[in-house]
């Protein structure tokens, strides 16, 4: 650059601009059209959504550690439900375990995770403590 240049500063306009196009796209929370989930493999309802916890969203891929995070810029949606801890869940928990897999009660197939010390959301945002029931392992109930 030369002397004779000039740098034109920002308006405030263009700043929010590019701030607006650099922020990750977080979609707005769904509202649930569905009752109940079922296990895919059995066909068995294990859940019904007012045992749902409700959880704030993260911002998506900035949330996680340098080495995880993904370069696309994809609308932030959550790969799991989080539940309350239920009596069928904790039956075939061993005594002492902090965290282990979420099985169907009646087939056994594999639905989920839990961690008395939490876990990670897909969004970004810290579950504690966590019971999360993946949502490929599961279909919805419809109202």
């Given amino acids: 650059m030369t ?3 000039d740098i034109i500063p920002l308006s405030q306009a263009q700043i929010e601009i590019i701030n607006a ?3 990750p796209k977080v979609s707005e929370p769904q509202k649930l059209t569905f009752s109940a989930l079922k296990c895919k493999k059995c066909r068995r309802t294990i859940i019904s959504t007012e045992d749902f ?3 704030n969203q993260g911002k998506g891929q900035t949330e996680f550690a ?3 995070r993904d370069s696309s810029f994809s609308p932030i949606v959550c790969s799991s439900y989080f539940i309350e801890p239920m009596d069928w869940i904790l039956d075939g928990v061993q005594e002492g375990e902090l965290e282990g897999k979420i099985k169907c009660p009646a087939c056994q197939a594999k639905l989920g995770n839990f961690s008395w010390a939490g876990m990670q959301c897909s969004c970004g945002s810290w579950v504690t403590p966590s019971f999360a029931i993946h949502r490929e392992k599961v279909d ?3 109202r």
């Fill in 53 to 55: 916890i409700e959880h």
């Fill in 66 to 68: 340098y080495k995880k």
């Fill in 3 to 5: 002397e004779s240049e």
């Fill in 21 to 23: 196009i650099n922020e």
């Fill in 140 to 142: 919805k109930v419809l």
